[in-house]
């Protein structure tokens, strides 16, 4: 095998591939249009002839394409997320798995509020019904959503965050700018939400029931799974608003819908899906719903840096070095990891 070899299993932004390049790996980039994944064959033939992967989250990285490289130093996986990669299996065979945390808080932040105002403001459908020449005269009843600060009421608007991480935290910064009032459920974050001047803390339910516009920022696990389900949707207020820029399986997406038909809330705003890229059966017809192909993260400057990280992590990999995001550290204290690396 030759030394220094990165599989990428897709395109990367440059940043990445230029540390690459300087560092003198040899890079196998998998060639596909960008919204093809690489096939399961590819992928495995791939894994098979490198010393480091370098996959998305959209590859399912298991026991069998692990195991398919006796000498792969380690998984250089370009995402914050990785429930796509079987961490366990990683660390029985001796192979430090990276991710890209931190790079992608603001960005997200900033479409949480896109979808946030999208979803009050009917923003997309007032732009289907310019572009469609259906306006013919400014109407007093036209096209009225929800205000998102006390607007001409002056009553405060309240926003619930569901997972208070750096990206729920960045969420609940914007808010000020709103004068919302903010509540924050998680369940292994109390002492920095009660010691928070951001919010204030509530038990999920009386989150759900409180709240105008509820956010989700909550890792996905079998205890967030289905999270917000038909018994959540039907404690919310029936004009509130449900954001999901996190996972899509902590939604219910089949019982999403119905809550969207039938009112039991006002509206979605959407950048995940439970089955993603495939959205439940009649989501696409509910025009109380915004729906985004999973871009929370996509700026420049984001994707260049999550791409610059990932690619530090594969070089420390080819280095045999502690890499600097390592999700499973206690690996390299494992005798697999010390065969593999010589």
């Known amino acids: 095998m030759a030394e220094n ?19 003198g790996a040899e890079t196998t980039v ?85 979808l946030i105002l999208a979803s009050a403001r009917l923003i997309p459908q007032a732009h289907n019904y310019m572009v469609g020449g259906r306006y013919k005269l400014w109407g007093p009843n036209l096209m009225l959503g929800h205000d998102v600060g006390p607007g001409g009421s002056n009553i405060r608007k309240v926003l619930g965050v569901v997972g208070y991480g750096r990206i729920g935290e960045a969420v609940a910064k914007r808010a000020m700018g709103f004068d919302m009032d903010v509540l924050a459920f998680d369940p292994y974050s109390r002492e920095a939400i009660d010691g928070s001047e951001l919010a204030t803390w509530a038990d999920l339910g009386e989150l759900l029931e409180r709240s105008d516009f509820v956010t989700l920022h909550c890792l996905l696990t079998d205890e967030t799974h289905h999270l917000i389900g038909e018994a959540e949707l039907r404690r919310m207020k029936s004009d509130a608003h449900l954001i999901n820029a996190a996972r899509g399986p ?17 509206g979605a705003g959407l950048d995940v899906y439970e089955d993603e890229p495939a959205m439940a059966e009649g989501l696409v017809e509910c025009e109380n719903a915004v729906l985004l192909p999973h871009i929370a993260s996509a700026s420049k400057d984001t994707r260049g840096l999550m791409a610059s990280m990932a690619a530090t992590n594969a070089v420390a990999h080819l280095r045999r070095e502690p890499a600097p995001n390592v999700v499973n550290p206690e690996v390299y204290e494992t005798e697999a990891y010390r065969r593999r690396v010589g």
């Open 30 to 114: 998998f060639q596909t249009q960008e919204d093809r994944g690489v096939e399961r064959a590819d992928l495995l033939a791939g894994v098979k002839s490198c010393d480091v992967l370098l996959p998305l989250l959209t590859e399912p990285i298991d026991r069998e394409v692990l195991g398919a490289n006796d000498e792969l130093l380690g998984v250089a996986q370009m995402a914050v997320g990785f429930n796509n990669i079987d961490v366990g299996a990683a660390t029985e065979l001796g192979i430090p798995v990276t991710n890209t945390p931190g790079v992608l808080t603001e960005t997200t932040a900033d479409c949480t509020w896109a």
């Open 250 to 266: 902590i939604v219910d997406e089949k019982a999403l819908v119905r809550a969207l038909r039938e009112g039991w809330i006002g």
């Open 5 to 23: 070899r990165v599989f990428v299993t897709r395109q990367i932004p440059e940043p990445g591939m230029a540390i690459l390049r300087e560092f």
